[in-house]
Each structure stands twice: as C-alpha cells, then as structure tokens.
C-alpha cells in the first residue's frame, strides 16, 4: 500500500540542566532524536536546542478494491456493464479484437506480472467514461497511479495511431447522393444535396501552464477547440483537434485540412456541407443569412430549413460528451495529451456508432447544455461568390 506522508514540524523545545535529573533510561526517551551530520544518536547532555526541525512519516492504508476487475465485471448485466463503460459488451469485444494484436507484452522476464490487456482497456475506457482522478480509478483496478498512466497513455496511443484512420473516413464519392437523400428526408424540411454538417465544439480543459489566457473562451472557461464534420448518422468524417479556445471558429477551419480539400470532397461543389453563421459560404459550405430584421420569406424558410439540417452535428456533439463524460472536463496539463484524449474520444464515438450501440436512454440526465457555436460572432472570412449564388438558387427552389 502507498505510504501519505504527513509532515509535522516547527518543533521547538528547550532542555535544561533543571530538567535532565532523571535516570538514564527516561533521559534518552525523552531527548531520543535523529539529527546531527552524524546520522543520529541521544543529544549530549546539558545542551540547549532551539527550533530544531524534524520530521515524521505517518503511515495510512489505502485501500485498493480487490477483485473488481477479476469478478465483480463479469457478474455485470449487459445494462450495468454498459452505464460504467459507456459502451456495450458487444462493442468491448470487437475493440478487444482490433487493439490485442497491436499492443505488445513484457519481452523481458522478472518483476510484476504485467497487466492484462484487457484490463488496461477496461481501465482506460473507464477513464474515458467518467470523471474519477487517476487515484480513484487506479484504487478500483487495484494498480498503481503510475502503471495506470501507463496504460492510459499505450491504449489511446495505439488507438489514434492505428484506428483513426481506419473509423474516421470521408466518404466515398459513390456515397455522397445516397448521403444527401437520407439527410434530405429527415424532419418536415427538405435541403438538397447536404453531405454532412461541420461545427467546432469547446471542450473544458484544466488552464494549461504556458499562454493559458489563449485557451480562456468566451464563455469564460479554459478550453480546447474541437473542429468536427458529421454525416447523417452522427459519425465523424472528419475532425481538428487543438486551437486554444479563444480562436474564432472561421480560423481553425481556415487553418484545418477542410479548408484544402472540402471544395474537392464534396465532388468539386456539386454537394455541400451546412455550417452556422461565423463561417464563410463557399460552394462546398452554406451558412445561414445572418438576420438584421429584414429577411425575405423565402430566406426565413432557407434559414429554418439549414436549422433543421444542421443539428445533426449538434447532436453529433451531445452523444460523444455525453458518452465519455471526460470531455466535460480534462484536468490534464498537457496539451498534446488532451488532444490525444479528444482523438480517442472520436474514434470510440465512431465505433460506437458504425456497430449501432447507442446511447439515446442514458443521455437524459448527463448530456450539457449542447454548444451553441458561434452564431452570434462576427464572421472573418470573406463569403465566396460562387457559394452566394447557390444559396440564392437553392433559396428560391426551396418547397419549405
């Protein structure tokens, strides 16, 4: 068990002559201390000390719980199991099945016996899933703080490294009218030719060390912005991790690969993406008409109707918060860590997804507010002209 150190000191105490008159052996019990340069002893006798320093290494058990990981999972039901993982057992299996091959075992013989790799992914999936400290979950899976680090860091390692770009995936051209037409049947208004919506989305982050007033949004908490792209079934096609959360949403795209190849993405602008109104229209990205109180009828019905298209990357975002509760706060301090933890986060969402395991019963009582992007702040990025002509055009063929 580990060892809390309580430190006790300031310690002062005066020996005199007057009070140095019992026997030999009370002598010592009393003035009995380790000190000098010499490595200890009994103070010489008929000396004075004063604010002389010490101290002392209390020890208290930690309880660690035993056997969780051994018996107390495997009598969970399929819905228990699922509430403390956040994903089915079904689901578990099959990202067992892609990530033991690829994580290695102990080459050199002696020491602990290493821990399994399915309960490291147990561990990180639990992490993932909830808000304990690293102290509360290495204490459940009776491990230490460190060997759970270390498990933490190899699994969502090897799931950005190998999966990402496995379950994150821009679909193919073929996919792209069946795409549309499915997001085009959904809800009482229709929107031609929508692929998929994009958004950013601030995860709260612990203020990091260096430049953390960079990361103070202006929702007035320290975050990290997430730059995602969803298709009709919430999955994400695309994602940028990283810009501190002060930056306007129209500069991480700016900045992100989207920005590069959206236009050649959505078959050279024949279809499209819907964002809010802090991004620039382009033919591949269509926005709302920003509001001054003087909108047509047939632009109030385009923007209802955009509305309505674009709440699939709301939801989107609400489902993988609401299923890894870690992103409603990361108190981590380093950044490249953090991002690495929103990454996995992504992928998990994807495989959730793409293996049909909701999360829609669950969701009631622990999904935020969902983020309201930044609808209300000024745009940056000149509109392209291209992109206003078809939003006209689609605005006056629109049936809503």
């Known amino acids: 068990m580990a060892d809390n150190v309580l430190n006790i000191g300031l310690v002062s105490f005066l020996i005199a002559d007057s009070e140095l008159q019992d026997d030999e052996s009370t002598r010592r019990d009393k003035v009995m201390a380790q000190g000098g340069r010499g490595g200890g002893g009994v103070f010489p006798r008929q000396k004075v000390f004063e604010h002389s320093f010490f101290f002392c290494r209390l020890r208290e058990k930690r309880y660690k719980i035993e056997g969780f990981y051994e018996e107390t999972i495997n009598m969970y039901l399929p819905d228990t199991f699922k509430r403390f993982f956040r994903i089915s057992r079904e689901t578990f299996e099959i990202l067992l099945q892609h990530l033991i091959p690829l994580m290695g075992t102990r080459t050199h013989p002696g020491g602990r016996p290493e821990v399994p790799t399915e309960k490291k992914i147990l561990m990180t999936l639990r992490y993932m899933a909830s808000q304990e400290t690293t102290l509360e979950l290495s204490h459940r899976f009776d491990v230490s703080e460190s060997t759970f680090l270390r498990a933490r860091s190899e699994v969502i390692d090897i799931i950005n490294n190998h999966l990402l770009v496995k379950f994150r995936k821009w679909p193919e051209n073929g996919e792209l009218p069946d795409i549309a037409q499915t997001i085009d049947d959904l809800g009482r208004y229709n929107f031609p030719n929508v692929v998929g919506a994009v958004d950013g989305c601030h995860i709260p982050i612990e203020a990091p060390n260096r430049n953390p007033q960079s990361y103070y949004n202006r929702k007035k908490f ?18 940028n991790v990283g810009w501190p959360g002060r930056v306007h949403d129209a500069k991480v795209l700016r900045n992100s690969q ?12 024949q279809f499209h993406l819907l964002g809010d109104a802090a991004y620039p229209i382009r033919r591949w990205l269509l926005t709302p008409y920003r509001d001054t109180g003087h909108l047509s009828r047939k ?17 989107a975002f609400a489902l993988l918060k609401g299923r890894f509760r870690r992103l409603k706060y990361i108190n981590v301090r380093s950044i490249i860590q953090i991002c690495r933890i929103i990454t996995c986060a992504c992928v998990l969402h994807n495989i959730c997804i793409l293996h049909h395991d909701g999360m829609e019963d669950f969701l009631s009582d622990d ?14 990025i000149e509109n392209d002209a291209e992109g206003v002509m078809k939003r006209l055009v689609i605005t006056n063929q629109l049936r809503n």
Do not use: P, T
Request: aromatic share 8%; net charge positive; with cysteine.
């Open 299 to 315: 632009e109030m019905a385009y923007n209802r109707a955009l509305s309505s298209k674009r709440q699939v990357i709301e939801r």
């Open 258 to 269: 989207l920005w590069g190849f959206g236009f050649r993405k959505c078959r050279n602008g």
């Open 222 to 239: 320290h975050s990290i912005i997430l730059q995602g792209v969803c298709r009709e079934n919430r999955m994400f096609i695309n994602i």
């Open 367 to 380: 999904v935020d507010e969902v983020d309201a992007g930044d609808g209300g702040i000024r745009q940056i």
